[in-house]
Nanobody, 129 residues
Framework: VQLQASGGGLVQAGGSLRLSCAASGRTFTGGALAWFRQAPGKEREFVATIAWNGRDLYYSDSVLGRFTISRDNTKNTVYLQMSSLLPEDTARYYC???????????????????????WGRGTQVTVSS
């Protein structure tokens, strides 16, 4: 199973980027997908998650209103549209998935309650001030 993230890069503050994460080796259409990030010297943190239905979405407070997670089950792919980027959004962004996580509530999708088993290698996002 592979999760291949792409779309990272260097952008000025206030700009936008769209990350993609394509899964292969297993279908995630019936399970949850998520994005996390890790800045240098900091722990990895949750960014957003999306249920299998594509309608139940949850975000961290730090990105709510600026980032949008979505998915295309026909392509086994999850996206993260990032807008109004800030220098503090600089991090390596990782996608993760759990093909068996069927629930749609925050209780079910919360990565603190249950870890996501599949992870990609990440893509670097750097926001300059």
């Amino acid at each position: 199973v592979q999760l291949q993230a792409s779309g990272g890069g260097l952008v000025q503050a206030g700009g936008s980027l769209r990350l993609s994460c394509a899964a292969s080796g297993r279908t995630f259409t019936g399970g949850a997908l998520a994005w996390f990030r890790q800045a240098p010297g900091k722990e990895r943190e949750f960014v957003a998650t999306i249920a299998w239905n594509g309608r139940d979405l949850y975000y961290s407070d730090s990105v709510l209103g600026r980032f949008t997670i979505s998915r295309d089950n026909t392509k086994n792919t999850v996206y993260l549209q990032m807008s109004s980027l800030l220098p503090e959004d600089t991090a390596r962004y990782y996608c993760a998935g759990d093909p068996e996580r069927k629930g749609v509530s925050w209780f079910n999708l919360n990565p603190a309650r249950e870890k996501y088993p599949y992870w990609g290698r990440g893509t670097q996002v750097t926001v300059s001030s």
